[in-house]
């Protein structure tokens, strides 16, 4: 179908395609580096297992080893995809070289990410950051939650650090950090001693936001987990723990919610707009659970068309941060990240053709028959025709696979 005969069909329902189209053009998706290589970074021995709550699973060929082989794969998806990219590091990718040789992740410093700068500014790209508390000898195994006085004090200076550098990141680049800490602290069996982590973490966030930063610039959050594999009794880092503190703590920090850190039945999508009655800006990683793990590739599927729906539909596009977190190394990683970001883009797409004034309406006129039937209609509307428009109008080609298996054979398989 035309675009054309689709922008009609859509304007039947009151909707238009071109407005948007131009909506979409405007919302920021945050681009995980951390899906091009199996979340090892640069700063640890890439032979050793990851460790700290989260696997990768699977050895497709093609994994890049070096910042320069990161940087290739991330500007092959930013040829790729359309809209607005944000690029989201974490710690471990610090670049280390001749003048500025390796330093722990207590002593890392702004210049570690000149060359992330250097990147982001020739793209036009802001960039958001995340302290890295896990894969580290020093998780002994818990981090910021340790009761060795050691290792908690070298995790704090971790995040004192990353502070500093979010900072950096949103001077430089011009647009604000999102740092988000998120640890896999917990136990694999029922603890003896449950407050007493959470004491300690509380205590430890606590003097990691004490470092000065100007919190326009700079958006730290708590990012919390159910379970991880290895923590599957007891996380210190919970929901309860999380939220809680992003709400005592407003002049401070902002909530994050991962749609994958939840019980299977618990929905981000329905947790939104609670949050939005009390926080004027919240963060997201959007990820898609699967039985155990909490990070496979982005799909279009109902939860993620349902959290679009709920991040267009209320007008809170610029009071929700998005940013993507999977990591898959069993198929090509490149195509694993523009597949995440564009069915993200299709389900934002979708709730921006939606007469959400016209459903609105019937739901507070009981008329909830009607309303089933619509949504039920608008499922088959012709959202991949406005969608090509999308690639069209941004000059990006409708068809990237064939493209990416070029790039794989040239690029990923010789390395
Ligand atoms: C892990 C969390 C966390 C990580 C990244 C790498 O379950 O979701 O956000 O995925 O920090
Ligand atoms: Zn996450």
Same mark, same amino acid.
């Given at each position: 179908m035309s675009y054309s005969d689709a922008k009609i069909i859509y304007a039947d329902f009151g909707v238009d395609t071109d407005k948007a189209l131009e909506a979409l053009k405007n919302v920021s998706v945050?681009?995980?580096?951390?899906?091009?290589?199996?979340?090892?970074?640069?700063?640890?021995?890439?032979?050793?297992?990851?460790?700290?709550?989260?696997?990768?699973?699977?050895?497709?060929?093609?994994?890049?080893?070096?910042?320069?082989?990161?940087?290739?794969?991330?500007?092959?998806?930013?040829?790729?995809?359309?809209?607005?990219?944000?690029?989201?590091?974490?710690?471990? &990718?610090? /670049?280390?070289?001749?003048?500025?040789?390796?330093?722990?992740?207590?002593?890392?410093?702004?210049?570690?990410?000149?060359k992330w700068v250097d990147f982001c500014k020739a793209r036009g790209l802001g960039c958001?950051?995340?302290?890295?508390?896990?894969?580290?000898?020093?998780?002994?195994?818990?981090? $910021?939650?340790?009761?060795?006085?050691?290792?908690?004090?070298?995790?704090?200076?971790?995040?004192?650090?990353? /502070?500093?550098?979010?900072?950096?990141?949103?001077?430089?680049?011009?647009?604000?950090?999102?740092?988000?800490?998120?640890?896999?602290?917990?136990?694999?069996?029922?603890?003896?001693?449950?407050?007493?982590?959470?004491?300690?973490?509380?205590?430890? /966030?606590?003097?990691?936001?004490?470092?000065?930063?100007?919190?326009?610039?700079v958006k730290p959050c708590i990012e919390s987990k159910v379970f991880g594999?290895?923590?599957?009794?007891?996380?210190?880092?919970s929901a309860e723990f999380a939220l809680s503190y992003a709400a005592a703590n407003t002049d401070k920090c902002i909530p994050l919610m991962d749609n994958g850190h939840y019980h299977p039945t618990e929905v981000v999508s329905d947790k939104i707009s609670s949050l939005l009655n009390f926080f004027p800006k919240i963060a997201l990683h959007i990820t898609r659970g699967v039985r155990w793990d909490s990070d496979h590739v982005v799909r279009f599927d109902d939860e993620t068309r349902e959290i679009a729906k709920e991040i267009v539909a209320g007008g809170n596009v610029d009071n929700i941060?998005?940013?993507?977190?999977?990591?898959?190394?069993?198929?090509?990683?490149?195509?694993?990240?523009?597949?995440?970001?564009?069915? $993200?883009?299709?389900?934002?797409l979708e709730a921006l053709l939606t007469p959400h004034e016209e459903m609105k309406k019937l739901q507070n006129e009981d008329r909830f028959t009607e309303l089933f039937a619509l949504q039920e209609k608008m499922k088959l509307m012709p959202l991949g025709a406005v969608y090509e428009?999308?690639?069209?109008?941004?000059?990006?080609?409708?068809? &990237? /696979?064939?493209?990416?298996?070029?790039?794989?054979?040239?690029?990923?398989?010789?390395?």
């Open positions: 945050s681009l995980h580096c951390w899906q091009g290589d199996d979340v090892r970074g640069f700063d640890t021995d890439p032979s050793k297992p990851l460790t700290g709550g989260i696997q990768t699973t699977g050895n497709y060929p093609g994994r890049a080893r070096t910042p320069e082989e990161l940087m290739a794969d991330i500007d092959e998806v930013l040829k790729l995809v359309p809209g607005k990219i944000k690029m989201n590091l974490h710690a471990s &990718y610090a /670049i280390f070289d001749e003048e500025n040789p390796w330093v722990d992740r207590d002593k890392l410093e702004p210049k570690h990410f000149k958001d950051f995340n302290p890295t508390f896990f894969s580290h000898p020093k998780c002994d195994p818990l981090t $910021l939650s340790s009761p060795n006085e050691e290792t908690r004090k070298f995790w704090i200076e971790h995040g004192k650090a990353s /502070i500093r550098i979010s900072q950096y990141l949103a001077e430089e680049l011009g647009q604000p950090c999102v740092m988000n800490i998120w640890t896999g602290d917990g136990f694999k069996d029922i603890p003896a001693d449950r407050i007493g982590p959470r004491v300690r973490y509380k205590e430890a /966030i606590d003097e990691i936001l004490s470092e000065p930063y100007d919190f326009k610039l594999i290895g923590v599957e009794a007891y996380t210190v880092g941060l998005i940013a993507l977190d999977y990591f898959d190394a069993s198929i090509n990683r490149t195509a694993a990240w523009i597949m995440g970001i564009e069915n $993200l883009q299709k389900a934002l428009e999308f690639l069209r109008s941004e000059g990006k080609p409708l068809d &990237y /696979i064939t493209e990416i298996l070029k790039y794989e054979k040239d690029v990923l398989f010789k390395r």
